[in-house]
């Protein structure tokens, strides 16, 4: 493989990527830090949540509780955890959970060696209260709910709370009523203020600025995994935290995530990436399709032409009120007139057109059939409608938008030719 010597960050940058890497990936790194270390950090007018916007929350979430007749909400680690209280925590067997009460301030749960390394990343006023390990963590919370004479209304528990948490306060609590915490995390969390919007937006930036510094770059003999490991080393590079950095090439490409069959870039083959990346725990997510040497077959370049039109479908579709479902739908009839499918079926758009997106890369609501939820200012989406040809290759083109008074606006303008696959 030839590793052209135009394609360096510093030794502190790469090192993290090389010890993800084997010899040849190191050798990529190695080779490219002369053009990595003239990138610059585009983030550092990037502003953090203040206290001001985690107040806010609070307080809405406060809203949607009474307005749903719900006494508190539970939280275990993870991103509505960081949403509503800022703690960056992990999940293990050891719970350290967040009680959020329909008026007052909120309780964190934790162990008791556990609450300095918690108050690190706390950053609203809340009550601490600790366990010790002989002790049941539930019976914790179970107290703090009674103290505030919550257990007479439902307490609703965040979806991805573990079993474990829920069976354990059900069980200290056999009088309670266990709902669903969706109408108040949802609530608040699908709908993005302007602080998100603009860490969404420089995460996205970020992206797109690593995505046109690797694309010369890539060349022929590259394994997926080479090129995965130049695009994380210009995000970091350019001030994001990389979240995924996927490549696919030639068949590969084929299969929405990719096989494990090893593949290498080679003149008129597929290049599939979806990469996103974070600012102040903000997601990106975007995917650019092209072909290595830029001579497109008919084929290569009809089918890129198809995805192109089809994003555009689904960006026209998403109309202030309508089904998120809908989005999708319209999509989907589009594809089926050019002979793919039906529905879901291969040749053709096998997955959801899009997805929520904010501090974790997937999140509620998508854009799939069937999703009733009504579009909405604030919401944001991926807009990603593949199309993939199994035994062949496959192409996505995904932009990230979010919904304003006037309709939809992208966080990343898509690119309107295979030939310019970076706009």
């Known amino acids: ?36 270390s003239a990138l610059r950090a585009i983030t550092g007018n990037a502003r953090p949540i203040d206290a001001a916007e985690r107040a806010a929350r609070l307080t809405r979430a406060q809203a949607l509780m009474k307005a749903n007749g719900i006494g508190a909400v539970v939280l275990e680690p993870g991103a509505s955890m960081v949403y509503f209280t800022g703690v960056q925590w992990w999940r293990s067997e050891r719970l350290t959970a967040a009680v959020l009460p329909a008026e007052g301030t909120l309780c964190i749960v934790t ?46 528990i965040e979806e991805s709370v573990r079993f474990f948490a829920f069976d354990g306060l059900r069980k200290v609590l056999p009088e309670a009523r266990l709902v669903s915490a969706n109408p108040v995390v949802r609530g608040c969390r699908m709908v993005k203020t302007a602080a998100e ?21 890539v060349e022929t003999g590259m394994r997926q995994q080479d090129v995965s490991a130049l695009m994380s080393a210009a995000t970091r590079a350019l001030g994001g935290s990389p979240e995924f950095s996927m490549s696919l090439i030639g068949e590969s ?60 479908i689904a960006f026209e579709a998403a109309k202030l009120g309508a089904p998120a479902g809908s989005v999708d739908d319209a999509v989907r009839q589009y594809y089926e007139r050019l002979g793919y499918g039906p529905g879901y079926k291969l040749p053709g758009l096998s997955h959801r057109t899009g997805h929520g997106i904010g501090l974790d890369g997937h999140e509620p ?26 035994g062949k290759f496959g192409v996505r083109l995904e932009d990230c938008f979010y919904m304003t008074e006037a309709g ?11 030939d310019r696959p970076m706009g």
């Open 1 to 36: 493989m030839r590793v052209s010597r135009r394609t360096v960050i510093t030794a502190a940058a790469v090192m993290p990527f090389l010890a993800h890497t084997d010899r040849l990936g190191a050798a990529v790194l190695r080779a490219a830090e002369p053009d990595l």
């Open 111 to 156: 162990p008791f060696f556990e609450e300095p390394s918690v108050h690190e990343t706390l950053a609203v006023p809340a009550e601490i209260r600790v366990w010790q390990e002989d002790q049941d963590p539930l019976a914790i919370v179970a107290g703090f709910l009674k103290d505030r004479q919550l257990t007479a209304q439902p307490i609703a």
């Open 197 to 217: 919007l603009a860490l969404m937006q420089v995460a996205t930036d970020v992206t797109i600025a690593a995505y046109r510094w690797l694309h010369p770059r």
């Open 253 to 312: 490409a084929a299969y929405p995530h990719g096989s494990k069959q090893p593949q290498t870039v080679d003149t008129g083959r597929i290049v599939l990436m979806d990469c996103g990346c974070t600012v102040h725990g903000y997601q990106s997510d975007v995917s650019r399709t092209w072909v290595h040497g830029g001579n497109a077959s008919a084929e290569q370049r009809q089918v890129w032409d198809r995805v192109r039109h089809g994003q555009q």
């Open 365 to 390: 609501v998508n854009l799939v059939r069937g999703e009733t939820t009504k579009l909405a200012p604030g919401m944001c989406f991926s807009d990603e409608p593949g199309l993939y040809l199994p």
């Open 408 to 418: 939809p606006r992208w966080f990343s303008q898509p690119p309107s030719s295979i």
